[in-house]
């Protein structure tokens, strides 16, 4: 008995050391994780479909997160004050006589990477490589529909005009483009980049242009600090026995952000990040998992419900491209892709409104207007991961298929997520879906919200209730 247990014992072990050293942190940065780190993960139990012969993608549209990019001014000076509180906490510890012999050097000295500097929030050039190679890729994967000579109107790019989005935007045409035009030894071609302003672009900053959704996420925030605490506090208490160093909930909170920003930006895993055991990694991404999932995600149908303005657009597009079809339309003379950068506001509420990243029958309670439980806590699995769902450089694309007359329809609709085809509930969990079927189950239960009346409050109603989250929290 005693043998058996020693060698359970030594059974677990092994485990779990093997699995922290399968466990990747790149992979878990929730929406800060750069996009090679995990256009690849799929589900392995989800078998895409084999397009039938005959049929061929007509028109194309995509909605794409801006690359990698570079802290925010707040963000920075955050990094700032931490360095200053670390060195304030080493001075103490020296005068009363602390050891600091578990402290790491590099935290012993450490200063912010991005001290001093005064703008932020830009492109990075990860973030332009990104981009550009899906141009690349996004050519090479659909040579029928990138096949004619450019035109703005038959391949219209558009981007809020945030400078990140529209840098993306021009990285992944010049990716797009390339080898098409005159410029330079890579032959490259001018393309236009258009945007809408930021007072009135509701079909990619329709977030920026909802006074009620503004006011729910001033109001609901501190709630979501809240749900963290436990979390921060639980590893806050851990990493100050193991490194005998006091750091404050503030300080886990700052190095975890500084572990997210090193590995992203500057390809460094073994300083921030290194102070974090994978166990504890993991609840942090959960955190800010939840985060997204509360105040961007399904958490309220309002965050996606805003949505629609941008789900018409694309609807249209694929409309306008049947038609031109139909009517027999000389190739070059209509729009074959529409081509959009924005946000992770943007992505997300355009996931949801698609039902992706659902768990089990939450497709059906979105569509009764229910309310959704929170993902689940580590280590239970969970489908909604910021990491997958809006990475930096995260995208959906939806191509329209054309197929021969004697198909059960003549149009199809192919959702891809990141690149891969991803499967959508409400067309029997396929990723190629009849147009029709497309539009009947999946765009218009959303059609009914209106998004001026969704929007705009009415000082003279009175507020509606807030949804409960089933789960830990009501919001």
């Not at 409309?319 to 729009?335: F, H, L, R």
């Amino acid at each position: 008995m005693a043998m058996a247990a020693i060698l359970l014992l030594i059974s677990v072990l092994f485990s779990n050391s093997k699995a922290d050293q399968d466990f990747d942190v790149r992979q878990h940065l929730s929406t800060v994780t750069r996009y090679s780190a995990v256009k690849d993960i799929v589900d392995n139990s989800f078998v895409p479909s084999d397009i039938p012969d005959g049929c061929a993608p007509i028109h194309l549209n995509l909605v794409a997160r801006h690359g990698t990019r570079s802290p925010t001014k707040k963000r920075m000076r955050e990094l700032e004050k931490l360095a200053a509180h670390v060195q304030e906490l080493l001075k103490d510890a020296k005068e009363k006589n602390l050891s600091l012999q578990k402290v790491p050097a590099w935290l012993q000295k450490w200063e912010s990477p991005w001290k001093g500097k005064l703008m932020g929030g830009e492109l990075d050039i990860k973030g332009e490589e990104e981009v550009y190679q899906l141009g690349i890729r996004v050519r090479e994967r659909f040579p029928d529909i990138f096949n004619v000579e450019y035109h703005p109107d038959v391949y219209p790019i558009k981007t809020t005009q945030v400078p990140r989005a529209s840098a993306s935007a021009v990285a992944f045409g010049m990716g797009l483009f390339s080898g098409k035009g005159s410029l330079g030894p890579g032959r490259h071609r001018a393309f236009a980049v258009t945007s809408e302003s930021r007072a009135s672009d509701l079909v990619l900053r329709f977030f920026d242009c909802c006074q009620t959704y503004k006011d729910f996420r001033k109001n609901h925030g501190p709630a979501v600090d809240k749900l963290k605490e436990p979390i921060l506090d639980e590893i806050t208490s851990a990493l100050a026995r193991r490194y005998e160093f006091n750091f404050t909930r503030q300080d886990i909170s700052s190095l975890w952000f500084l572990c997210k920003q090193e590995t992203s930006l500057l390809d460094i895993t073994d300083q921030a990040c290194s102070l974090f055991s994978p166990t504890e990694v993991a609840l942090l991404e959960w955190t800010d998992d939840l985060e997204v999932f509360i105040l961007k995600g399904y958490g309220k149908s309002l965050n996606y419900r805003m949505g629609v303005p941008l789900l018409k657009d694309v609807v249209q597009s694929m409309e306008e491209a049947i038609k031109a079809k139909e009517d027999n339309q000389a190739p070059g003379t209509y729009e074959k892709a529409r081509l959009r950068f924005a946000h992770a506001e943007t992505v997300v509420p355009f996931s949801c409104l698609l039902g992706l990243f659902l768990e089990g029958s939450d497709f059906q309670r979105i569509q009764k207007e229910e309310p959704l439980g929170l993902p689940p806590k580590p280590p239970q699995n969970r489908n909604w991961r910021g990491s997958t769902v809006a990475p930096f450089a995260g995208n959906n694309m939806l191509a329209l298929y054309s197929c021969p007359a004697n198909f059960s329809s003549k149009y199809f609709v192919q959702v891809l997520h990141n690149e891969h085809p991803t499967p959508m509930p409400g067309c029997d969990g396929t990723d190629f879906c009849p147009f029709e079927v497309f539009k009947e189950r999946i765009v218009r239960p959303h059609l009914k919200h209106d998004y001026n009346t969704l929007c705009n409050v009415n000082l003279d109603q009175p507020k509606p209730k807030p949804e409960t989250t089933t789960g830990t929290t009501t919001f």
